[in-house]
């Protein structure tokens, strides 16, 4: 069985990490995969988080099975934090936990897939490149749609709506929650009405990814297309991600979340979920989501864990402000001034993979093959050399 084999591609993110580690320059930066890191440049636990798991210590009686759902104050708090107060949302809508967002999208994929037999799905261009791998091993067919311009830094809204007026019902529409990955560009909520009204008017199902709540403008504000959008349609599916906003990457925090018309649909779509689940992995892990449900069930808890995201999100725009700064200061050709109006952790250098490969090897900066940059691994110690490279490069 191994005998023929050709040498396999290597993932464009993960691989990132080995060309890292080989670098020996003292004056190295990790701009590739997506991991905040603080002030000094480590990617700390948070301090409500190593509450959480003290409490988890001390308290947990019993490592027994739970379910294939996960643990259920987790899957309620993540409803309510996706949803806010809306009742309606709340009443129509089920969570299950799932083994990160990645787990949440793969399980998203063969329950859709094995509702609706085969399925088209409508996926941004560009967009996290595990997207397209994870969607075309569960055999859907993939139709890219123009989402946003490199050269201008734009989000192509007008080409984007032109591209998606060609669904039609039982087609899948995959949209980034907030924080584009790897654009950082999102729609403003006229735009999330308009793309609620395409998806009434042609009858297609919502995919939303959610990884980065709270990185973008805070909790609400990143959670308004969204609502927008599930308060608009029948019916919608959200995989969502604790991996960044309570920097739990290695445990795999995720959930997906079904919205239906009504509670009983919504029931009916559940007892069709577990068995996609219980077929992939049995059960999702326990550890990081009871430390998300001690958290956001706990008044003081969750309180500290909001001031920490929010550091961290200052932070990020904090940076984003300084590189558009020393970029122009240091002689950079190209205006980069649109990265300050973009959110979250990503934003594209627009770049060719030949200068991408430059300043890996003649600078030590390392990004993804795309362009796209880490603005998250960017610290006061590591941002002038940053500047400088990408300027002499670009
Ligand atoms: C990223 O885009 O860097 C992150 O979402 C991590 C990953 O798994 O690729």
Excluded at 72 to 81: F, S, W
Excluded at 104 to 118: E, S, V
Excluded at 181 to 208: C, F, H, M, R, Y
Aim: aromatic fraction near 6%.
């Amino acid at each position: 069985m191994f005998t023929n084999l050709s040498v396999a591609p290597a993932d464009p993110i993960l691989s990132l990490a080995q060309l890292f580690a080989n670098d020996k320059s003292a004056d190295k930066v990790d701009l590739g995969i997506g991991i905040y890191k603080d002030h000094t440049g480590k990617a700390p636990v948070l301090k409500a988080v190593k509450k959480a798991e003290q409490w988890l210590l001390e308290t947990q009686a019993t490592k027994a099975y739970i379910s294939s759902a996960g643990n259920p104050d987790y899957n309620l708090v993540t409803r309510e934090l996706l949803f806010g107060a809306n009742k309606d949302l709340l009443g129509r809508s089920l969570t299950v936990q799932t083994p990160g967002g990645t787990g949440a999208l793969r399980i998203a994929a063969d329950y859709i897939r094995k509702l609706q037999g085969k399925t088209r799905i409508f996926i941004p261009d560009p967009t996290w490149t595990n997207h397209k791998a994870i969607f075309t091993v569960a055999g859907y067919e993939l139709v890219p749609y123009s989402y946003y311009d490199v050269a201008s830094g734009e989000l192509t809204f007008d080409a984007m709506m032109t591209s998606l007026k060609g669904m039609k019902e039982g087609d899948v529409l995959l949209l980034h929650g907030c924080c584009h990955n790897p654009s950082g560009a999102d729609p403003d909520l006229e735009q999330w009405q308009q793309i609620a009204d395409l998806l009434v008017k042609t009858g297609a199902l919502p995919l939303v990814d959610l990884a980065y709540l709270g990185f973008g403008n805070g909790l609400n504000e990143d959670a308004e297309g969204l609502r927008l959008l599930a308060s608009c349609v029948p019916e919608m599916v959200i995989a969502s991600s604790y991996s960044k906003n309570f920097a739990l990457y290695r445990e795999r925090v995720g959930a997906l979340t079904l919205v239906a018309r009504d509670t009983d649909n919504v029931t009916l779509a559940r007892a069709h979920m577990m068995p996609v689940a219980r077929t992939n992995y049995s059960m999702p892990p326990d550890h990081g989501a009871a430390i998300v449900a001690k958290i956001l069930g706990t008044p003081d808890l969750r309180r500290e864990w909001e001031v920490e995201l929010s550091t961290m999100r200052n932070r990020i725009n904090t940076m984003r402000s300084r590189l558009v700064t020393l970029l122009a200061e240091h002689g950079s050709k190209r205006d980069y001034s649109y990265l300050e109006n973009q959110r979250g952790m990503f934003a594209l250098l627009g770049i060719s993979p030949e200068a991408v490969e430059k300043l890996r090897s003649e600078h030590h900066v390392h990004i993804i093959g795309s362009g796209r940059v880490n603005i998250a691994g960017l610290t006061e110690d590591n941002i002038l050399h940053v500047a400088r490279a990408i300027a002499a490069i670009s």
